[in-house]
C-alpha cells in the first residue's frame, strides 16, 4: 500500500457517465434526458452518443442539471476483439476520426487517449470482451455495472474485468451506468450511478474528482464518509446489510448478518500486505455500491 486514495471534504453529486440521446440511437433528447434525471437528483449527465463528439460549450440550451463532453467509440482491435469505450471530455472528433481512418479502432482510441480522455470500458461481458482484452489497452476506468445491458441479457456485471485491470493498474476506476437508450427495446433508466466528490459542480471541478477517483459507483447504497486511521477503515453509509474489503483473488474481510440487521457505520481493519483493496457495501435488496481500491 501507498496512501489512502480518499478525502471526502468536498461535496456530493450524482451522475451518470454513459447514455444515449437522438443524436445517435437513443430515444429521448437532451431536453427530455436532462428533465428525467433532474427529477432523480442528478447533476450532471456525460453526452456519449456513438461517434458523435459532443460540445456542451456551443450548447445554447437551458438545463436544470449539468451537461459534459464526451463520446462512445465502437470496434475491433487488431486481435479482432469487439470494444465499446466511454470517453469522458472534450475531444477534437475531427483528429480521432482522422485517426480512425488512418489506422483503425485502435488508433482512434489512442488518439482520445492523447486528447486526455477519461476511457472507460463499456460493458465488457456483453461485448465479451476476455480479461485480456481489459488489460490490453490503457483504460482509466471499467464499468462494474451496465443496466441496460443486465436488462438485455443478464451481462451487465464487469467486476471481474475491473478485478482484472486492478492486479494491472491499481488506479483503474469502477463505474456503475445506465447506457440508458430509453426506446421501447431499451426502457432501463437510473439503475447504476457515480457518486463524485469536489470542492465544486462545475464541469472542471467534477472532471478532475473523477480522474482522481474521488468517487464510488452504486446501484443503490450511499457512502457518506470514509476514513483510514492506518489500521482499521471508518466508514458511514446508508443502511447496508452487507460490508466486505475485497481484496486480490480470494482475500476479503467482511461484516454483516443474515438475519436482517443493518448497519449505517462501518469499521474494517485493513490487511497491510494485499496488492489492492476496495469497499464494497450491500443493502437489504442485495443492491450494491463500490469504492475504487482505496490506496494508490
Known sequence: MTSFRYNLSGNWYKGNTHLHSTAS???KTFDELAEMYASHGYHFLVRTDH???SDVAQDPASYPLLWLDGVELDGEDETGAMFHVACLGKL???AVKEARQAGG???ALQAAKAQGALLILAHPHWSGNS???ARRWPFDGVEVYNHVCHWLNGKGSGIVHWDARLRHDVRTLAFCVDDAHLRPE???WDGGWLMVNAPAGDPASLLEAIRQGQTYASCGPELYSLEFDGEFLHAKTSPVQFARLAGPGSHGVRVGSFDGQLMTEITLKVPPDWQYVYLEIEDARRARAWTNALFV
Do not use: C, R
Request: proline share 6%.
Open 25 to 27: 440511437d437513443g430515444g
Open 51 to 53: 461517434w458523435v463528439f
Open 92 to 94: 477534437d472528433g475531427a
Open 105 to 107: 479502432f485502435s488508433a
Open 131 to 133: 480479461l485480456e482484452d
Open 186 to 188: 431499451h426502457p432501463g
